[in-house]
Nanobody, 128 residues
Framework: QAQLVESGGGLVQPGGSLRLSCKGS????????IGWFRQAPGKEREGVSC????????NYVDSVKGRFTISRDNARKTVYLQMNSLKPEDTAVYYC?????????????????????WGQGTEVTVSS
């Protein structure tokens, strides 16, 4: 059974940084892209970023470009989301997810319907 576990959330001041981690188990990690999503209070869940398994290519939602960086360490079966210059509007529960198919290529929008295994989420609060 595939499992994903997020960690690294917390309270940070505007302008600060956090690094989220997503550790996978129960599947061949280096065959799968991993996506990050977030859900702010009262809002729909949105795709934030994705990193491909094949060539490590990445994509981001416009609102985080230049501030967030996704990366993966296949030896550790972990994907990271480095979040810099955080804003109050980044406040949300952040989830990582695995796509339905192996060798999924990250391009265009990060679409929730393409993913079937989800972590439990980690909460990020950006506030002074």
């Amino acid at each position: 059974q595939a499992q994903l576990v997020e960690s690294g959330g917390g309270l940070v001041q505007p302008g600060g940084s956090l690094r989220l981690s997503c550790k996978g188990s129960g599947f061949t990690f280096d065959y799968y892209a991993i996506g990050w999503f977030r859900q702010a209070p009262g809002k729909e869940r949105e795709g934030v970023s994705c990193v491909s398994a094949t060539d490590g290519s990445t994509n981001y939602v416009d609102s985080v470009k230049g501030r967030f960086t996704i990366s993966r360490d296949n030896a550790r079966k972990t994907v990271y989301l480095q979040m810099n210059s955080l804003k109050p509007e980044d406040t949300a529960v952040y989830y990582c997810a695995r796509p339905k198919v192996p060798h999924y290529y990250c391009s265009g929008n990060v679409l929730e319907d393409d993913y079937d295994y989800w972590g439990q989420g980690t909460e990020v609060t950006v506030s002074s």
